[in-house]
């Protein structure tokens, strides 16, 4: 791009509200100015002279707010693009507003668990990416002395297990190893994320049931092994004072111990996901593997208290956990919940699944970008660029219609295995058009522009 762009809407979401703007964004894709039309009833702005030749890009009505940043997603490449890979993933990510994500450290072979696996990562990734990518690193039981090492590379912090993670390449680890974990990551910013579910001695107390049934699988992760884990994780957050969050928490029963953490100032973040907030335990049919992941959908009244969670402030903000997979390994055929898979592919539908439920509860386009954009980026320390509109910062912005609904199909949809449990649901909210640093990388109804993504490497 070479040439100065304004962006106008009646309805651009700020910090300090939502209000009719105009956005100058330089040739180099920042935001250089921002004049509101209260600055100008005001008389305390003129709009700067924008060069002869500028593209002018006024939407009217529709929403224009912070590109989304979502902190939890898989993407599997290298080793497994057959899964998911950069190309494909991040076109979805664009198709969806999100304009920048950080890529997990699992499921791609090799996993980012050293800092020559990180450089394989950035090998594969060249060329492939519509939005831009941070990556996490992840801590294993075997890469002890690699995570100061990871840390200068650029990585935003590292993601374990605490019970097993379904893959051999990426071993849980003991509470030993999480402490000196802690002890590497001392005097960095680095976030220390926990997959916080632990073992629980005799966890299926209620007999194994049926396989086909969701509620055989639900009584095999009760919402005592995220408590637990939770209790143990805020313990060493407050002995060793280093940077934690709890990715993709399902259980409400936790949110005492982490409100109570949050009060003494603990340097703790908590995440939920799309789906937690969107689906229910009674309302998953039999043999319905599409719906699993780990931790389990629980019931309706657990999810209430998710979300009265995010008004309280014991979550921070809501992520995708985009977790795809190849259909055999879902058992569709056989519904075996035990066997299968967990995971839910959505990264090109949080948007629109958020604002679907969020919308009916009171939520406004403010809480939107809070939740969305503003949240991950400042628990990633990518803020100083990200998730907020705001002179200085890259020029990020997801411009979309709250007010018209969709049925989602396999045809709109552009992450590579389309094993979605939102199939056939309407949802409000359209994105029509996904900018990253002044660029814009989808279009509603356009064929796709070549790439214009990059890999962000923390300084």
Same mark, same amino acid.
């Given at each position: 791009?070479?040439?100065?762009?304004?962006?106008?809407?009646?309805?651009?979401?700020?910090?300090?509200?939502?209000?009719?703007?105009?956005?100058?964004?330089?040739?180099?894709?920042?935001?250089?100015?921002?004049?509101?039309?209260?600055?100008?009833?005001?008389?305390?702005?003129?709009?700067?002279?924008?060069?002869?030749?500028?593209?002018?890009?006024?939407?009217?009505?529709?929403?224009?707010?912070?590109?989304?940043?979502?902190? &939890? @997603?898989?993407?599997?490449?290298? *080793?497994? %693009?057959?899964?998911?890979?950069?190309?494909?993933?991040?076109?979805?990510?664009? !198709?969806?507003?999100?304009?920048?994500?950080?890529?997990?450290?699992?499921n791609s072979r090799p996993p980012t668990t050293t800092k020559d696996n990180l450089q394989a990562k950035l090998e594969a990734s060249g060329g492939k990416? &519509? @939005?831009?990518?941070?990556?996490? *690193?992840? %801590?294993?039981?075997?890469?002890?002395?690699?995570?100061?090492?990871?840390?200068? !590379?650029?990585?935003?912090?590292?993601?374990?297990?605490?019970?097993?993670?379904?893959?051999?390449?990426?071993?849980?680890?003991?509470?030993?190893r999480v402490e000196s974990a802690m002890q590497e990551l001392q005097g960095t910013d680095a976030v220390f994320a926990f997959h916080a579910e632990c073992v629980l001695p005799n966890e299926d107390e209620n007999g194994p049931g049926l396989p086909t049934e969701y509620k055989t699988y639900l009584r095999t992760r009760p919402p005592e092994m995220e408590v637990r884990a939770i209790q143990k994780i805020i313990e060493l957050?407050?002995?060793?004072?280093?940077?934690?969050?709890?990715?993709?928490?399902?259980?409400?029963?936790?949110?005492?111990?982490?409100?109570?953490?949050?009060?003494?100032?603990?340097?703790?973040?908590?995440?939920?996901?799309?789906h937690y907030l969107t689906l229910n335990a009674e309302a998953i049919p039999d043999k319905a593997t599409q719906y699993k992941c780990c931790p389990p959908i629980r019931e309706l009244q657990n999810r209430e208290r998710l979300w009265a969670a995010l008004t309280s402030g014991e979550i921070d903000f809501v992520v995708s956990d985009h977790s795809p997979s190849t259909p055999d390994v879902k058992y569709f055929d056989e519904g075996d919940f035990l066997c299968a898979w967990g995971g839910i592919p959505s990264l090109q539908l949080g948007l629109p699944l958020f604002w679907t439920q969020a919308r009916k509860r009171g939520f406004c386009l403010l809480d939107a970008a809070r939740f969305l954009c503003k949240g991950a980026a400042q628990m990633c320390?990518?803020?100083?660029?990200?998730?907020?509109?705001?002179?200085?910062?890259?020029?990020?912005?997801?411009?979309?219609d709250p007010d018209v609904s969709f049925t989602v199909t396999k045809s709109i949809i552009e992450f590579k295995n389309k094993t979605t449990p939102y199939l056939g649901m309407q949802l409000d909210g359209i994105v029509m058009r996904t900018v990253v640093r002044g660029k814009t990388v989808y279009e509603h109804g356009h064929p796709f522009p070549l790439p214009e993504g990059s890999i962000i490497l923390k300084q």
């Open positions: 791009m070479s040439e100065w762009q304004l962006f106008r809407s009646k309805r651009v979401v700020l910090d300090e509200g939502v209000q009719e703007a105009s956005i100058y964004v330089t040739p180099e894709g920042r935001i250089h100015r921002i004049v509101t039309a209260s600055d100008r009833a005001a008389g305390k702005a003129d709009a700067p002279y924008l060069p002869q030749g500028a593209t002018i890009v006024d939407v009217g009505d529709l929403v224009l707010m912070p590109g989304l940043v979502d902190s &939890h @997603v898989h993407l599997n490449e290298p *080793g497994r %693009v057959d899964w998911e890979g950069f190309w494909t993933g991040t076109r979805a990510a664009a !198709a969806g507003g999100v304009t920048t994500l950080v890529e997990m450290p699992l990416l &519509h @939005v831009d990518v941070a990556l996490w *690193g992840g %801590v294993v039981p075997d890469n002890k002395g690699e995570l100061r090492a990871m840390v200068d !590379a650029g990585v935003v912090g590292f993601k374990c297990f605490l019970c097993p993670s379904g893959e051999e390449s990426f071993p849980n680890v003991d509470w030993t957050c407050d002995k060793y004072k280093v940077r934690c969050h709890v990715v993709h928490l399902s259980a409400a029963d936790a949110l005492p111990f982490i409100h109570k953490a949050k009060q003494a100032g603990l340097p703790l973040t908590v995440e939920t996901c799309f320390h990518l803020d100083n660029r990200k998730g907020s509109i705001a002179e200085g910062k890259d020029a990020d912005f997801v411009i979309w």
